[in-house]
T-cell receptor, first 113, second 116 residues
Framework: SQELEQSPQSLIVQEGKNLTINCTSS?????LYWYKQKYGEGLIFLMM?????EEKSHEKITAKLDEKKQQSSLHITASQPSHAGIYLCGADIVASNTGKLIFGQGTTLQVKP | DAMVIQNPRYQVTQFGKPVTLSCSQTLNHNVMYWYQQKSSQAPKLLFHYYDKDFNNEADTPDNFQSRRPNTSFCFLDIRSPGLGDAAMYLC???????????????FGAGTRLSVL
């Protein structure tokens, strides 16, 4: 089973609608990273969360790390076609950083104009 | 402006024919990583270099090797590509390994490898 589970696996929303993507770990998250990937391309860094309860925003995207540090959510407000892509969460699940990130399988987002 | 550059973007090779993928960075980061990503799957770490120190993942096949001749460049060598090695290969860098939660990795655009 996946160490990091993302839900939903895919999402189709109408432009202007809000949406939330979740990332759940079976282990404590020592760092949580959100990336966006367009099909056939590399990962673009969005945000990093480290502390339980932390929340960060960039433009219309907000990410939170829950208090128990085992789940993160990514919320997009008033979605636009430019938000379409694959969103991946990556995590440090080991306290002493070996440099290794574990990734979720990604959530594919389509935004209908 | 590109900070992590992968070449080529697309590579076609024949079954069993050695292939080398290239990654360069202008960030002067200490750590360089190679990931394999198959269709609709999570990226999977193959190995990383911390400066000149090579760190292989336990489940990375021997068929995959890497070289880092200097800070800026890192290569992924696939000695005898099989059909199962067709994938996107992603290179990433980070300033340091540091403490968990402070390790932002910056990715290149990837090289899509096809094996015929």
């Amino acid at each position: 089973s996946q160490e990091l589970e993302q839900s939903p696996q895919s999402l189709i929303v109408q432009e202007g609608k809000n949406l939330t993507i979740n990332c759940t770990s079976s282990k404590t998250l020592y760092g949580l990273y959100w990336y966006k990937q367009k099909y056939g391309e590399g990962l673009i860094f969005l945000m990093m969360l480290q502390k339980g309860g932390e929340e960060k925003s960039h433009e219309k995207i907000t990410a939170k790390l829950d208090e128990k540090k085992q789940q993160s959510s990514l919320h997009i407000t008033a979605s636009q076609p430019s938000h379409a892509g694959i969103y991946l969460c990556g995590a440090d699940i080991v306290a002493s950083n070996t440099g290794k990130l574990i990734f979720g399988q990604g959530t594919t987002l389509q935004v209908k104009p | 402006d590109a900070m992590v550059i992968q070449n080529p973007r697309y590579q076609v090779t024949q079954f069993g024919k050695p292939v080398t993928l290239s990654c360069s960075q202008t960030l002067n980061h200490n750590v360089m990583y190679w990931y394999q990503q198959k269709s609709s799957q999570a990226p999977k770490l193959l190995f990383h270099y911390y400066d000149k120190d090579f760190n292989n993942e336990a489940d990375t096949p021997d068929n995959f090797q890497s070289r880092r001749p200097n800070t800026s460049f890192c290569f992924l060598d696939i000695r005898s590509p099989g059909l199962g090695d067709a994938a996107m290969y992603l290179c990433a860098t980070s300033r340091d390994r540091g403490l968990a939660g402070r390790n932002i990795q910056y990715f290149g655009a990837g090289t899509r490898l096809s094996v015929l």
